[in-house]
């Protein structure tokens, strides 16, 4: 099936300091892709859909200037943390669409990405 | 997209048959049903989705009542593998993709 890839894994940085987080279809194209957040024991929570070659969109309460989306290509999403804080600590999860664009199949989920803020 | 209501947990034996339910009783009818799982400190992993009719893949089946208010997921021969939180969602095309998850059903499968 098709592979979605998350780089870092894991990070961990000190307050203050902006991390990075990399999502890619690797074996298709992906004109949607999506950031989820997940907090422990808690479920996942959409953060906002990236659109490739436009702005991103963010789900309400979502602080757009804190978390930077960029989809500059068909496979690569990123999604940074700026000014990260304790609070911003959590599993980042991306999922991108490899439907072509049908709507109806499947979306496949990156490994997720944990970040700790100290 | 309808809300979905699901038991918190439960338990299953190692090679018999998970059944696990859930409620979409305000789902529309161009609402699919999408079950993904989520195994611990993982990316959730897509199992099956369906409309009105039943479906089966080779990881599970679907059974949707006619009413399409319920649905049941069934892993028909569970392994320890297969403990994990498992999603089920209720979503339109025209949303696709911003899947708004729930709290999910804890499966634990025991030898």
């Known amino acids: 099936g098709a592979v979605v890839s998350q780089h870092p894994s894991w990070v961990i940085c000190k307050s203050g300091t902006s991390v990075k987080i990399e999502c890619r279809s690797l074996?298709?194209?992906?004109?949607?892709m999506f950031w989820y957040r997940q907090f422990p024991k808690q479920s996942l929570m959409l953060m906002a859909t990236s659109n490739e070659g436009s702005k991103a969109t963010y789900e309400q309460g979502v602080e757009k200037d804190k978390f930077l989306i960029n989809h500059a290509s068909l496979t690569l999403s990123t999604l940074t943390v700026t000014s990260a804080h304790p609070e911003d600590s959590s599993f980042y999860i991306c999922?991108?669409?490899?439907?072509?664009?049908?709507?109806?199949?499947?979306?496949?989920f990156g490994e997720g990405s944990r970040l700790t803020v100290l | 997209d309808a809300k979905t209501t699901q038991p918190t947990s439960m338990d299953c034996a190692e090679g018999r048959a998970a059944n696990l339910p859930c409620n979409h009783s305000t789902i529309s009818g161009n609402e699919y049903v999408y079950w993904y799982r989520q195994i611990h400190s993982q990316g959730p992993q897509y199992i099956i989705h369906g409309l009105k009719n039943n479906e089966t893949n080779e990881m599970a089946s679907l059974i949707i009542t006619e009413d399409r208010k319920s649905s049941t997921l069934i892993l028909p021969h569970a392994t320890l593998r297969d403990t994990a939180v498992y999603y089920c969602i209720a979503m339109t095309t025209d949303s696709w993709g911003k899947f708004q998850f729930g709290a999910g059903t804890q499966v634990v499968v025991t030898p």
């Open positions: 999922s991108a669409d490899g439907t072509s664009g049908s709507n109806t199949g499947e979306l496949f």
């Open positions: 074996d298709f194209q992906a004109t949607t």
